[in-house]
Nanobody
């Protein structure tokens, strides 16, 4: 089992920044990959960014150059730094941990609006 708790969402103006955090109940070294996904109203959940245990990263084309996934192994925490936010980034953001199956957090809301 892996419990995940996200934080850091909120309301931000276009062009602004937010940093999401995801705390894991297990050491990140025991998890194959961590990631961030998002789901906008009326849309399917989509991948935002992932990071493997070895540090390899993958980003959705829509966020490349704007978002950065990182990790702090000492804190068992994964971050998503989001810069140059756009209204299209508005969504519920979920943290994901993949071991033998997927585990999900409860989500944190990000709203980009003027």
């Amino acid at each position: 089992q892996v419990q995940l708790v996200e934080s850091g969402g909120g309301l931000v103006q276009p062009g602004g920044s937010l940093r999401l955090s995801c705390g894991s109940s297990r050491s990140l070294f025991t998890i194959n990959a961590m990631g961030w996904y998002r789901q906008a109203p009326g849309k399917e959940r989509e991948l935002v960014a992932t990071m493997t245990n070895g540090g390899s990263t993958n980003y959705a084309d829509s966020v490349k150059g704007r978002f950065t996934i990182s990790r702090d192994d000492a804190k068992n925490t994964v971050y998503l730094q989001m810069n140059s936010l756009k209204p299209d980034d508005t969504a519920l953001y979920y943290c994901n941990a993949f071991t033998i199956r997927n585990f999900w957090g409860q989500g944190t809301q990000v709203i980009v609006s003027s």
